[in-house]
């Protein structure tokens, strides 16, 4: 069993995530260690007051076990190097089963959505044309990996968008009973 976070690790291509001290961005980095765009995440929420320290740990433990997400409702601009003002992609939509959680960016005139298959697969599509499948194998966020077949041949902007979707949106993510959980608790 692998001790690093599945969020944590390169793809298969070599591109992986890394996210800043405040934990509000995750910047995509190439193979050869190249900041290639940045994608605000999900802050981490942050405790004051008497059990403000347990809280934060925990919270913190959460966090590098499940890694981080994109914030939900609003499509969040992609900060590309170099620039593309049109850079945008979206977690889906709030609620509902994890199929019409439709993630969607759109990058250097395309346009990509990672549509969920199953409860552990997803499809990457280009513009409706399908790149690229991922199958998550393990069920806690932590364990496992997640395997990707190829469809066409890819460029970087497509391995930039397929580490996006990989990382922070990932397949078979939690569908409508976690969601409804998650707001009980």
Known sequence: MNDTPLWR???RSGWRIDVDDART???VIDALGSVRASVPIEPVQHFTGWFAKRQNAVTIRAFEAAGPSLPTREPSAISLRPADPQAFVSDG????????KTGRATVRGRSYTFVHTG???ADAMRDGVRIASFVKHGFRPQDGSVSR???LSLDETDELVLTVFEKLLRPGRPGAVSDLLTDLS
């Open 25 to 27: 961005r995750a910047d």
């Open 149 to 151: 077949d190829d469809h």
């Open 93 to 100: 939509a709030v609620g509902g089963r994890r199929g019409e």
């Open 119 to 121: 409860g552990q697969s």
């Open 9 to 11: 690790r390169p793809t």
